[in-house]
């Protein structure tokens, strides 16, 4: 099940693959993934996409996602599927805790709770279901809810019906 192909992309030992996904190796990782359990949606507060992935690319940052969806559908993987990304921070679900070692991160580039644009909106979708239907996750789940009080995305204009009916449905 690590190879799983779905529209022009797919994945590939643990890292996307196919028509406008980039790969930059974040220094912000470390240690594989216990068991993949569910996938986190978060918002990334940057002012653009390039901001964003510089400041990932930088180990002062102390933070990673796995993937990050620009405005314009484009897709930046930061980190292999089966190695722990720095997105979910102090964070529990369930008996979990440190959901780092439990989760793959995929933020939307998002600032301000600005709408989130169509493109971004089918690309979350597509990419959602490749890692949700790929490692067999149990839910869809935001920063949000793992983190309590400390984190507040997504915002709340985040299409959640739309987007677990997408990946999960």
């Not at 901001?51 to 796995?66: D, I, R």
């Not at 997105?87 to 939307?108: C, E």
């Not at 169509?118 to 067999?136: H, N, P, W």
């Amino acid at each position: 099940r690590v190879n799983q192909r779905l529209a022009s992309m797919e994945i590939v030992n643990h890292r996307l693959v196919g028509d406008g996904v980039k790969f930059l190796p974040s220094p912000n990782t470390r240690g594989l993934i216990r068991s993949m359990e569910y996938l986190i949606a978060h918002d990334d507060e940057g002012a653009s996409m390039a901001g964003t992935e510089s400041w990932l690319m930088q180990s002062a940052s102390e933070v990673s996602y796995h993937v990050l969806i620009g405005k314009k559908g484009e897709v930046t993987q930061f980190v292999d599927f089966n190695k722990r990304a720095y997105h979910a921070g102090k964070s529990s679900w369930g008996s979990l805790s440190d959901l780092n070692w439990y989760t793959i991160g995929v933020s939307m580039q998002n600032r301000n709770k600005e709408p989130y644009t169509e493109k971004q909106i089918e690309k979350f979708i597509q990419v959602g279901k490749l890692i949700y239907d790929t490692y067999s996750l149990k839910d869809i789940l935001g920063h949000r809810q793992i983190s309590p009080g400390r984190k507040t995305d997504p915002h709340n204009g985040f299409p959640w019906a739309r987007i677990k009916s997408g990946i999960q449905g």
